[in-house]
């Protein structure tokens, strides 16, 4: 009788970026299905709420949270940010040959290539897995996983993406999840400015804003995200969950993909135009802050 196959063990996984709004939550997340976690930050006060807590350790260098770990995760803001944090003497890389390096930030279509190039320099399998969701699903353990890699990690990882989210999508060769996020989040962006847009011109042809949300409430043109940050645009609240920065720089990293694509995307290319002008005086306010307007117009 044949002997089921076994599943390969996670191992221990370093987390840098652990101290970020998305990094935290998928560090405590796997460790809360015992997996054991190395947690590392460039701003290590941002670390203070992980200090003790059980199969989480935190280490003061990249090089050293890497060290010894099977899984090496970066999740953090930019490319430049997760190039610092693997490279150089103190980098991730250096200290983390022959393990799995998994990159979920929002590093767009070159990001990831750049990061597939160092990979391969330095001995490293590469998998490409951006996350669907903000702070509230990464500290619940829902966000979605946009694998995407070699086979051979794949029955490894399992674990870990089973801890931090509801679901993962494998997309085939490395460099296809970065892909599917850019996509996304030109969807996301272009409806977050389009909702404020709706808002403000209800108010400005006389109407109260909240009539625009229930004339297409529970119908086809209802969305939740849509409603989510409609609802919060009317109540003034914009308390970060995607910050205005940050979702700046997703519209900026889909507008190049499309350009690098020769897709013709101006919706995209004309929002972040726009959320660069409210960003400028807004930057650390929620993405629904797009509701204030450019400062100037």
Known sequence: ????????????????????????GI?????????????WNRTQDKLADL?????????????????????????????????????????????SEGAIWVQMGTIGVEGSERCADLA?????????????GTKGPAEDGQLVVLASGPEGPRDQLEPFFDAIGKRTIWLGAAGQGSKLKVVVNSWLCTLT????????????????PRLALDAIGDGPLDAP??????????????????????????????????????AEIPAIEAVAAQMEAVAAAHPDEDVAALFRGAPDA
């Open 225 to 262: 995200y849509m409603r989510m940050k409609g609802e919060a645009m009317l109540a003034g609240d914009y308390t970060p969950a995607f910050r205005l920065a940050l979702a700046t720089k997703d519209a900026r990293l889909a507008a190049r993909a499309g350009a690098d694509a020769g």
């Open 1 to 24: 009788m044949e002997k089921p196959r076994e599943t390969p063990k996670i191992g221990e996984v370093a987390v840098l970026g652990a101290g970020g709004t998305m990094g935290k």
């Open 120 to 132: 391969r320099d330095r001995g490293l399998e590469y998998v490409d897995a951006p996350v669907l």
């Open 193 to 208: 400015e389009g909702t404020a847009e709706m808002l403000r011109l209800a108010a400005a042809l006389g109407l109260e």
């Open 51 to 95: 200090r003790g807590v059980e199969d989480i350790e935190i280490f003061a260098t990249a090089r050293e949270a890497a060290a010894g770990a099977d899984v090496v995760v970066t999740v953090l803001s930019d490319i430049d940010a997760t190039l610092a944090a693997m490279s150089g003497q103190d980098g991730g890389a250096a200290g």
């Open 27 to 39: 560090a405590r997340n796997a460790a809360a299905a015992d997996i054991d976690v190395h947690a």
